[in-house]
């Protein structure tokens, strides 16, 4: 029988003589056995900061910049194209509201794929952002998963992995075999790595895919088809997720904001906790992607679940921790000093220079490089 990702890190930890009070370079260990860059950086939508979310410009950046993973969340077309979107409609991130008036609020399974290539997904950006705004973003299209992977195998320096997320996976049933079905058409789910020590490409090493899921369902769903792929539970505090401590709305809670809000959004108790990253181990996941709250608030800025002792708990079961979605150096070393492993950032240039790792080009040198 073959010995499994936890079985082989424990080994290793144990060989090691690592306790808990090492747990960090314990974890350390346990991404090198899944072929996990340590601590990775994941490109949350692309590098969306700086180029419209989940577009060729915002993935192809993230590339370039030299971030570990491409990060995306999947959904359905009407006649069966999976491809990135992460909202549960098109109005924020395109145009369907002058495209297509009466179906403007309708879910993404409800357009055929030539119809959401109709849509603009960049142009929003310039609106909504015009100090980063660009010409070239006006016509972006929505990516499938297929063009999504041509572009992190595009360039020979540097091939990032996949960090794919299940999105609203109930409405899309049988998402996560038609899933499996294409990344093993693609090549993807070969556990063989030609990744050499000096050079490592993460797009080719045995962490090249790593699949998410805040669904339970969606969880147990990928480990049946894809049972030897990295799986991350991911976690929040509020409905389908880690029961609050208070059940008060926000609507009733008198804050001002989301962030203010979630930020007193707490588990139950220590138990409510434990009880997730315990059933994301028994259904054969490797880590969790825990929520963060961020120091200067904003709409991703969530509950805390990367305190010390969340990330102290979850190492002990042998599991990492990568944790959402984390943009200042100010909260990437809080973050990283709580113990996380990973983190999801729409600024890849910022984590990548924190690590020191800088890219040697510019945001705005690659931009220009690539055509944009
Ligand atoms: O997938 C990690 C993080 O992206 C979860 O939040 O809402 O941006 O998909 P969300
Ligand atoms: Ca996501």
Redesign the pocket.
């Known amino acids: 029988m073959p010995v499994n990702f936890t079985q082989s890190a424990l080994m290793l930890s144990l060989l090691l003589g690592l306790g808990t009070a090492q747990a960090n370079s314990a974890s350390s260990d346990l991404a090198a056995v899944a072929g996990i860059p340590h601590p990775a950086v994941i490109a ?1 939508r692309g590098a969306s900061f700086d180029a419209p979310e989940s577009t060729a410009a915002s993935y192809t950046l993230a590339r370039d910049l030299g971030a570990d993973y491409l ?1 995306m ?1 999947l959904q359905r077309s009407k006649d069966g194209v999976i491809f990135a979107l ?1 909202d549960n409609n098109l109005s924020r991130t395109t145009d369907v509201a002058s495209k297509f008036p009466e179906r403007k609020d309708s879910p993404a399974n409800a357009f055929t794929w030539a119809e959401l290539q109709t849509l603009d997904a960049g142009s929003w950006f310039n609106k909504a952002y015009p100090e980063r705004a660009r010409p070239s973003y006006v016509g972006l299209k929505i990516l499938s998963l297929d063009q999504i992977i041509d572009i992190a195998q595009a360039n020979p320096k540097h091939q990032p992995g996949l960090y794919i ?1 299940t ?1 609203e996976p109930k409405q899309f049933p049988g998402i996560e075999h038609e899933l499996k079905n294409k990344l093993q058409e693609r090549g993807l789910l070969s556990q063989t790595s030609v990744v050499s020590k000096e050079q490592p490409q993460v797009g080719q090493a045995k962490g090249k895919v790593i699949l ?1 899921t805040f669904e339970k369902s969606s969880l147990e769903l990928l480990q049946k088809e894809m049972p030897d792929t990295p799986k991350i539970l ?1 976690l929040w505090v509020g409905e389908g997720s880690i029961e609050p401590k208070s059940k008060v709305s926000f609507a009733d809670s008198g804050e001002k904001t989301k962030a203010a809000y979630y930020a007193k959004q707490e588990p139950k108790d220590k138990a409510e906790f434990e009880k997730w990253v315990d059933y994301a181990k028994a259904q054969g996941a490797i880590g969790t ?1 825990p929520s963060a709250e961020l120091t200067q608030g904003g709409d991703q800025s969530y509950s805390d679940l990367v305190k010390p002792w969340m990330n102290q708990y979850t190492h002990d079961k042998g599991m990492l921790v990568h944790a ?2 984390i943009d200042t150096p100010t909260d990437f070393k809080k973050v990283l000093d709580a113990g996380v492993d990973g983190i ?1 950032t729409n600024r890849s240039s910022e984590l990548l220079k924190y690590f020191k790792r800088p890219s040697p080009k510019t945001v705005p040198q690659i931009l220009e490089a690539n055509g944009y």
């Open positions: 949350h990060e969340d992460h997320e999105k998410q991911l992607g959402y979605t999801f």
